[in-house]
Structure formats: structure tokens, C-alpha cells
């Protein structure tokens, strides 16, 4: 432990002190947007973000304030939209909100459903409001208070005196409308969709699906997508997606099934020069980069275009079918945009808490064990999660079937029992009758050695973890596995798996230990615990045990987020990056088992310490990576013991 201390106590300062500066830049933001709202005219940070706004994307046409022209929002963010007998322009993001700030409306006795009114953060021009609309809170832009700016030279505009125009007025939005209608050059250039054209289905919107559908593999499939996405309806969407998720477990499963190829030439180069080498001969790593950036910044849009939709209206999935596909979807993918999940959460609590559930059981463990599988650290603590979990158990308890057949305590009982086991939270009922079936022999009934087994193992193993799980939180005898040969089998398929999944790893395993060992540590290979579960790594004076994780236990990151404005100066970049890679909840319950038993787990992504090919720059990224786990760790227990403290 000393080694250690010695060649980490300098970072452990460092790193605390970036942590700390990074929380109090993100406590001043707070504050300068909140005294912004209160304030006449913008600040200087407010000001920054102004201008530096108004520099991006200068080959795009915006909506500006009719006063100042200050830029709102793009076009291509727009929608046209019927309610209370008129057209409505609104905005599909929160974007509009930076240049803009909120106050009370000047008669809302009148316009109760017109909370706020919003005006120009430069000029304090009136331009807007805030308003109820289809039960969430949308913009509601004035058509006498805004304009539209072109860049000059793409505008199709010509102004009475025969120059080009880049300013386009009007005085309501269906003089806008029959503008764009009437002048094709026009709406390609503002690109604002229209609700009635995300609802309209068409023949051309059907024959797109069926393309989307006979999409050979997960490139042509975003590629297709790329070209119609302006033009795709809800339902294009929605089967891209699914669709999406479909091929990349595809494509996973059969890269997995390919033979490693084998090299019948004799080397005398040393060891770690053999694990160092990457073969060029069997493919071109740049061309496999710029293949897989493609394919991620296109599916990243296709998230963009959901999540847009979505915010707008939520009746983009008014079917149970289409909502659990959705669901599906980003769990195959490994996709937990938050904002997605709220509104996933909030369309299956609707459907559960009806007078008759509009979700089965089935559907209602697959979209809850989705949300929870998906949902970040930061985020599986919120109510929200709970009462998604809450309501799907409940839904499960009362479908008798749930619990009176095997398959279903295969499919739907056990997958929403180690959700909840993933977020630390514990329904009673579901619990007890859980382990009193298992108990008895039922996951073993009617089993089919030739199309089950498989099924089998997988329940044996989750509700092994599940009993792991209750015994650490002191739970009662009913909430547990009975001791004898079932247990022992249970924990002896649960070893046998973690031993399997790590002896899969053998190369990145070898650079770690020799970091660890450069580092004037003793590293123990594939390190077991009581329980059963398997590290790669272990240093056992230290408690530290790390995990080699390859991208599938990773949120998919988008390759185009960037830090937040004001940010670069309080916060390292390579904590940045380190702290981006958010493992799935499933890996955080292993680790928090482990941490009951005072171990700190260190998360390693395999593919950035394989881009490291100095073995000092590998000792260092390792060193940080044991600093943040630690610091971390730390910063858990002291909240832990404040909270014990409240109480």
C-alpha cells in the first residue's frame, strides 16, 4: 500500500482539486442563469454565449428576434403545428431557452394556459410564450415578433429593389406556411417540420419502411436513413430504430462466430512485443475508424430525430407494440439518452396506472428492466425509476399467469427482479414470491434440454445475483436462496460463467498487470471472491480490484459531445473522458457488491488502453483511473454516512 501511496498521493491532490473546481464551475453557471431571468439585459457570460452562438453554424438559417435580429433558434429545430383552431410554431428543443429569458404574462388570469412570457435576452423584445400544450409546457413563438434569417447566399430571396434578401417577415404563421407550400427552394432551405407530416402516412412514407426493413446490414440502414430524415414519419422512425438495434446484435453475434485466424510463422520477437503488435496485414485501421465514426454520427442523428419527436409529442408512441419496441431498441443498443427514458417512463406509467393496464405483463418488465438497465449512475437514484419499477411489479402481480408458469419467471418475473436489485431498490412482494417458487423447483419444471437450457443457466445465474444482493442488504430468509444443492448449483454456474467471461481477455490482461507491476504492485490474475464472481485484476493489500471492460458493458457515447461551454479551463480533459464512459447498471451491481466488502473497482475501458502503446503512458492512465475509483468511493461513503446522520 505504501508503493502505491507514494506514487499516487500528488495525483489523488491534483484530481480532488479538479473535482472541486469542477463543481463549483457548474454552481456559478447555475447562478448566472438564474440571476439572468431576473435581470434587463444579459450578462457577460450570457453575452459570450451570444456571440458564440451566432458564430456556429453561419451556413444555416435561423429564427430571430424581429427587434434586435439576435438568433433564437435554427429553422431546421422549427415545427408548424394545429391547436386551438390555429398554427403554432414551436421549437422541438429547449435550444431557444439560452437566448431567452422568462417572465410572468401580462394577463394570466385570462391565459391560464399561458404560463410565462418569454423575451430576447439582448433586447428584451417580447417574442413569445411559454404555454400548455398537448399536457406538457412547449414555446409558443408570436409571428409578428420574430423573422427569419437566411445566409445571403443561399437565400432564394429578392427584395423590391432586385437584391438578394436574406430576411424573411411575416405577420401570421399561415402566410409562412403557403410561402414554404408554394416555393419548394424556399422549405428545403428552412427545413421546418410539420406534426401533421411526422403523423402522415403515405405511400411513399410505406414504401420508405419497407426499405428501412430489407436494410441488408446496420450501414446502408443509417445511410437510407441519412437521406430521408427530413422526410420520415413517426413510424420511419420508430422502425429505424428497432431495425437498427436488430442488425447490431446481427453484426455482433457474427463477429463473435468468426474463427480467430492463426499464423503458422515462427517469431523471436519477445512477449510483450508479440501482445503489443496489431496486425495491419488483415485489416486498415483508419478505414475501420472512419467506417465505424460514420456509422455512429448517423445513428446519433436518428436518436436526435426521435428524441426531437418525442419531446414534441409523446403520441408518436400511443401503442403498446411501438413503445416497447422503442424500448427494445435502445436496450439492444445500448442507448440511455435521459431524455428518451423520462419520456419512455412516463408513456408506460400512463399506460400501467390505467383503470384497465394497457401494458401486460410481459411488456411492462421488458420497458421497466430497459429503463433501468440503461438509466446512468447519475440517474438510477431518481424517483421516476422507482415508481416505473414499482408499477411494472405491480402489473406483474396481477397477471396470475406471471407467476404459475416457468417461462414466465423466466421472461418476466426474474429480469424485472434483478432490475430492481440494479437500481438498489426492493419490492417486497415480488420478491418473496419469487424465491418461494425457486424454491420449490419451479424454474427447473417442464425444462427442454434441446431449446431451454440456455434459459435455464441464464435464470439460475440472475437469481443467484439476486439472492447476493438480499443476503448484503440483511434481508430475510424468504428473500433468499434456501442453503443446500440447489444454492450450490446456482453459485457453481455463476463462477463457471465468470470464470468464461474472463479468460476471454487474456492479451489486455497482461499489459495491466505489467503497468501494475511497473507501478511496484502485485497484481493477481483472475481474482475469485465467496460469492463467485471473477476480476481480472487484483491487489489484495490494497483492496483494488479492476475490471477489463470491452465497449458492450458501455453506454454508447456520441462521438460529436463536447464539454460545456465555460468549462475548459475548471475541468481536465482526461477526467472528462475517463468519466464519460458510463458502465450499464448490471456492471455497477457487481461492483457494488463487491464495495460491501470494502474493495474499490476500477472500471478500465479496453479500447483506450490499447490506443496506449507506451507502457509509461499505460502506468499513468492506470494510476488516474485507481485515483478517480478511489476519490469516488470515498465521496459515496461520506454522503452515505451524512445520510445516516439525518436520520
Known amino acids: ?335 440511455g439518452r435521459p431524455n428518451i427514458l423520462r419520456m419512455i417512463a412516463r408513456q408506460a406509467m400512463y399506460r400501467m396506472k390505467a383503470e384497465t393496464p394497457l401494458l401486460n405483463a410481459h411488456e411492462a418488465s421488458l420497458v421497466a428492466s430497459a429503463v433501468a438497465s440503461l438509466s446512468s449512475k447519475e440517474i438510477r437514484q431518481e424517483p421516476w425509476v422507482f415508481d416505473l419499477l414499482d408499477a411494472a411489479a405491480d402489473v406483474v402481480l396481477a397477471d396470475e399467469a406471471a407467476f404459475s408458469a416457468t417461462d414466465s419467471i423466466w421472461d418476466v418475473v426474474l429480469p424485472l427482479l434483478r432490475s430492481f436489485a440494479m437500481v438498489g431498490h426492493f419490492h417486497e412482494e415480488l420478491s418473496r414470491l419469487a424465491f418461494e417458487r425457486v424454491n420449490v423447483g419451479m424454474l427447473e419444471e417442464k425444462f427442454d434440454a434441446d431449446q431451454s437450457r440456455g434459459r435455464l443457466t441464464q435464470s439460475q445465474r440472475r437469481i443467484y445475483q439476486i439472492h447476493i444482493d438480499n443476503v448484503q442488504a440483511h434481508r430475510g430468509p424468504e428473500y433468499q436462496l434456501q442453503s443446500g444443492k440447489r444454492l450450490e448449483r446456482y453459485q457453481s454456474l455463476f463462477a463457471e460463467e465468470q470464470r468464461h467471461l474472463k479468460n476471454m481477455v487474456f492479451r489486455p490482461r497482461h499489459l495491466v498487470a505489467t503497468a501494475l507491476e511497473s507501478m511496484k504492485l502485485t497484481p493477481v490474475p483472475l481474482y475469485t471472491f465467496e460469492e463467485g464472481y471473477v476480476v481480472d485484476l487484483a491487489l489484495p493489500r490494497q483492496r483494488i480490484a479492476i475490471e477489463i471492460n470491452d465497449n458492450s458493458v458501455y453506454l454508447a457515447r456520441d462521438s460529436a459531445s463536447r464539454m460545456d461551454a465555460g468549462d475548459e479551463a475548471s475541468a481536465d480533459p482526461d477526467v472528462q473522458r475517463i468519466e464519460s464512459f458510463k458502465t450499464l447498471s448490471y456492471v455497477d451491481l457487481k461492483a457494488r457488491h463487491l464495495e460491501h466488502h470494502g474493495w474499490i473497482v476500477v472500471q478500465l475501458p479496453e479500447e483506450e488502453f490499447r490506443k496506449l502503446n507506451d507502457a509509461d503512458h499505460r502506468a499513468e492512465y492506470l494510476s488516474m483511473l485507481i485515483e478517480i475509483a478511489t476519490y469516488s468511493r470515498a465521496n459515496e461513503l461520506d454522503e452515505d454516512f451524512e445520510d445516516k446522520d439525518d436520520l
Open 1 to 335: 500500500m505504501r508503493a502505491w501511496t507514494k506514487l499516487g498521493a500528488r495525483r489523488i491532490a491534483t484530481s480532488r482539486a479538479r473535482f472541486q473546481r469542477h463543481q463549483l464551475a457548474a454552481v456559478y453557471k447555475d447562478n448566472v442563469r438564474a440571476a439572468s431571468f431576473a435581470s434587463k439585459y444579459p450578462t457577460n457570460a450570457e453575452s459570450a454565449v451570444l456571440d458564440a452562438s451566432a458564430e456556429d453554424d453561419k451556413d444555416k438559417s435561423h429564427l430571430v428576434c424581429g427587434k434586435c435580429s439576435s438568433p433564437i433558434c435554427k429553422t431546421d429545430d422549427l415545427v408548424f403545428f394545429k391547436w386551438r383552431g390555429g398554427i403554432h410554431v414551436s421549437s422541438l428543443t429547449e435550444a431557444p431557452l439560452q437566448s431567452l429569458r422568462t417572465g410572468s404574462h401580462w394577463n394570466s388570469e385570462e391565459h391560464a394556459w399561458k404560463k410565462h412570457k418569454l423575451n430576447c435576452l439582448t433586447c428584451n423584445h417580447p417574442v413569445g410564450s411559454i404555454a400548455r400544450v398537448f399536457s406538457s409546457d412547449k414555446i409558443l413563438f408570436s409571428a409578428k415578433e420574430v423573422t427569419i434569417k437566411m445566409p445571403v447566399q443561399q437565400s432564394p430571396m429578392i427584395s423590391l429593389s432586385g437584391y438578394p434578401s436574406s430576411m424573411l417577415t411575416f405577420s401570421m404563421w399561415t402566410e409562412l406556411l403557403l410561402m414554404l407550400e408554394s416555393q419548394p427552394n424556399l422549405k428545403s432551405q428552412l427545413q421546418i417540420r410539420r406534426v401533421d407530416n411526422i403523423r402522415d402516412f403515405s405511400v411513399e412514407k410505406k414504401e420508405l419502411n419497407t426499405q428501412l426493413l430489407l436494410a441488408s446490414d446496420l450501414r446502408s440502414l443509417l445511410k437510407l436513413v441519412d437521406e430521408h430524415l427530413n422526410e420520415m414519419n413517426a413510424v420511419n422512425l420508430m422502425t429505424a430504430l428497432h431495425r437498427a438495434g436488430v442488425l447490431k446484435i446481427a453484426e455482433k453475434k457474427s463477429v463473435t462466430q468468426k474463427p480467430t485466424p492463426r499464423f503458422h510463422v515462427k517469431s523471436e520477437a519477445p512477449e510483450d512485443d508479440l501482445l503489443d503488435f496489431d496486425s495491419h496485414v488483415l485489416l486498415n485501421p483508419a478505414a475501420v475508424n472512419a467506417v465505424n465514426e460514420e456509422i455512429n454520427h448517423r445513428l446519433w442523428k436518428l436518436v436526435d430525430a426521435i428524441e426531437s419527436v418525442m419531446a414534441f409529442s409523446g403520441s408518436v408512441v400511443e401503442s403498446a407494440v411501438r413503445l416497447t419496441n422503442l424500448a427494445a431498441a435502445m436496450w439492444r443498443l445500448n442507448i
